[in-house]
T-cell receptor, first 114, second 113 residues
Framework: NAGVTQTPKFQVLKTGQSMTLQCAQD?????MYWYRQDPGMGLRLIYYSASEGTTDKGEVPNGYNVSRLNKREFSLRLESAAPSQTSVYFCASSEIWVGNQPQHFGDGTRLSIL | DQQVKQNSPSLSVQEGRISILNCDYT??????FLWYKKYPAEGPTFLISISSIKDKNEDGRFTVFLNKSAKHLSLHIVPSQPGDSAVYFC????????????FGQGTRLTINP
């Protein structure tokens, strides 16, 4: 009954370091998403994958890259971390790419960049 | 430019009473609206949704109302229970944007015994 699993849960990086956040879902969902949440703000979409083999930019894609490794896994990479990328990152999935499908979220990765 | 706004950062309600959480939006192309609930150190969980062709949707203690002319939606929780204490986010998407959700800032609801 795992749903959406994110690793790691916490990470501290130095400016300029690179890192990949991992996300896997076991619900056989077609669509996956990466969001960031900053204090006092709602979640903002970074990148999404409507189906296996496709990825597209969301609202705040600068400084990030993604890989849809297979149907289950969708990773987010920070090539050169900056303090402005300090945030809580959430991965989500939905059954298909239509508006009436709720998204299921992981518990987040709390990332601090010094 | 924030397309979805929750103007009340926090709300405190007595147990058993009604909780009303509000959300305003500016984009007339939004077609689908959702409410998510979030506990600390957990991800958001889906609560209830409404399509723009409806003005009300009910699920147990939770009812969402949509007023398209005012670009306003609200979530009613009746009766409020201690387990309802959480941060509530409203979100919206366009028909063409499908699953590209735009979230509000969230409202922290505290239910007092």
């Amino acid at each position: 009954n795992a749903g959406v699993t994110q690793t790691p849960k916490f990470q501290v990086l130095k400016t300029g370091q690179s890192m990949t956040l991992q996300c896997a879902q076991d619900m056989n969902h077609n669509s996956m998403y990466w969001y960031r949440q900053d204090p006092g703000m709602g979640l903002r979409l970074i990148y999404y994958s409507a189906s296996e083999g496709t990825t597209d930019k969301g609202e705040v894609p600068n400084g990030y890259n993604v890989s849809r490794l297979n149907k289950r896994e969708f990773s987010l990479r920070l090539e050169s971390a900056a303090p402005s990328q300090t945030s809580v990152y959430f991965c989500a999935s939905s059954e298909i790419w239509v508006g009436n499908q709720p998204q299921h979220f992981g518990d987040g990765t709390r990332l601090s960049i010094l | 430019d924030q397309q979805v706004k929750q103007n009340s950062p926090s709300l405190s309600v007595q147990e058993g009473r009604i909780s009303i959480l509000n959300c305003d939006y500016t984009n007339s192309m939004f077609d689908y609206f959702l409410w998510y609930k979030k506990y600390p150190a957990e991800g958001p969980t889906f609560l209830i949704s409404i399509s723009s062709i409806k003005d009300k949707n009910e699920d147990g203690r939770f009812t969402v109302f949509l007023n398209k002319s005012a670009k306003h939606l609200s979530l009613h929780i009746v009766p409020s229970q201690p387990g309802d204490s959480a941060v509530y986010f409203c979100a919206a998407s366009e028909i063409q944007g499908a699953q590209k959700l735009v979230f509000g800032q969230g409202t922290r609801l505290t239910i007092n015994p």
